[in-house]
């Protein structure tokens, strides 16, 4: 791999190509593809044409205006070179990503944790276009605490499909010599009343591994209870359940308190109340300083309990009059999620 990259070119049959070039592509986006960059190459090509061609007919001026017995006769300048278009700008592409592939492999098999999480959408395979278009109905993507993709699959279904990244995945710990991943997060299918589930089948081999249902699917199923999620205080619902669950790290907040406090007392604000310290505490200094935890289960029923009980009284209703939560699909709802809450307590 080192003697390959001294060569700056990709060859193909007819053509070569600057790795140069190859580069801007690696950079796709929206907007940002083959198409835009052969754009932008044909205007580059274009304005050195212009100025050789500017270039040439000067120094040709200069013969014209010298004395000589037979007027003297010049070419004319070279037409501009036709460029490749955008397939074949993406074949060599591909050819890059071949070359690079081995060290591609490496850097994302090499990425771990011991939180994961596992989800599936529709979003991705619907964009699925050619002869793609059709092969796939989802995209499994399971990844860590720092926000790291371990893997990503397409499936034609989001069951058994999964047997061979969960397999693949395990075999990559394994491999690898690393602890495997205490607790795993999913968006359903963490729970059976009887035997195992699915997931604790898929990944027998990490006997001890956790599996709880994702705090944000959670808090989807518990809003389905409300009439609509256009109603005025729909968003006020959903903010309030987050606080019910969970809560700011008590040191992470004092110590952030003292850093504020001494950047105010540089500012000449002395003599500040507690509460007066905490209004000059953004909300975006709290989520890049401080870290949150869950306050545990009994804490979090009991505070769900009492904000469900609130909105479906008239506290709950709009200037209208219109509730925002359904009482008798919200009592179902919640009397299930709190069964499941104490029949499968643990970490959260």
Not at 39 to 63: D, I, P
Not at 173 to 193: S, T
Not at 228 to 233: F, G, R
């Amino acid at each position: 791999m080192a003697h390959r990259s001294e060569f700056r070119v990709i060859l193909t049959c007819r053509y070569a190509c600057d790795i140069r070039v190859i580069r801007l592509l690696r950079e796709r986006g929206l907007g940002n593809g083959p198409v835009r960059l052969i754009g932008q190459l044909k205007e580059n090509h274009s304005e050195e044409w212009m100025k050789r061609v500017a270039r040439y007919t000067k120094e040709c001026a200069a013969f014209i205006s010298k004395s000589c017995l037979l007027p003297p006769t010049f070419e004319e300048p070279p037409k501009p070179v036709a460029l490749p278009t955008y397939k074949w700008h993406s074949v060599v592409y591909s050819q890059d990503i071949l070359y690079r592939l081995e060290d591609i492999k490496a850097s994302i098999t090499s990425t771990y944790g011991s939180i994961l999480k596992l989800d599936s959408t529709r979003k991705i395979t619907k964009k699925l276009s050619g002869l793609a278009k059709g092969t796939a109905q989802w995209l499994t993507s399971l990844g860590n605490e720092m926000g790291q993709v371990l893997i990503s699959v397409l499936t034609a279904g989001e069951g058994p499909g999964l047997d061979l990244m969960a397999g693949g995945l395990v075999d990559r710990y394994k491999a690898a010599g690393v602890d495997p991943p205490v607790a795993l997060y999913v968006d359903c299918g963490c729970c059976k009343e009887v035997g195992e589930t699915k997931l604790n089948a898929r990944f027998s081999e990490w006997p001890n591994l956790i599996v709880r249902l994702h705090i944000w699917h959670f808090m989807r199923r518990l809003a389905v209870g409300c009439t609509t999620d256009a109603h005025q205080l729909y968003l006020t619902f959903m903010a309030r359940m987050s606080a019910c669950i969970f809560e700011w790290d008590a040191a992470d907040v004092n110590k952030l308190r003292e850093a504020k406090r001494a950047q105010l007392k540089g500012h000449g604000w002395t003599a500040l109340t507690e509460k007066q310290l905490d209004r000059q505490i953004t909300k975006e200094e709290l989520e890049l300083h401080c870290r949150r935890r869950t306050r545990g289960e009994e804490q979090t029923i009991q505070l769900l309990d009492q904000l469900i009980g609130e909105l479906i009284s008239d506290k709950g209703k709009d200037l209208l009059g219109v509730p925002l939560l359904d009482p008798i699909r919200m009592q179902h709802i919640w009397y299930c999620s709190e069964e499941a809450c104490e029949v499968h307590s643990g970490p959260t």
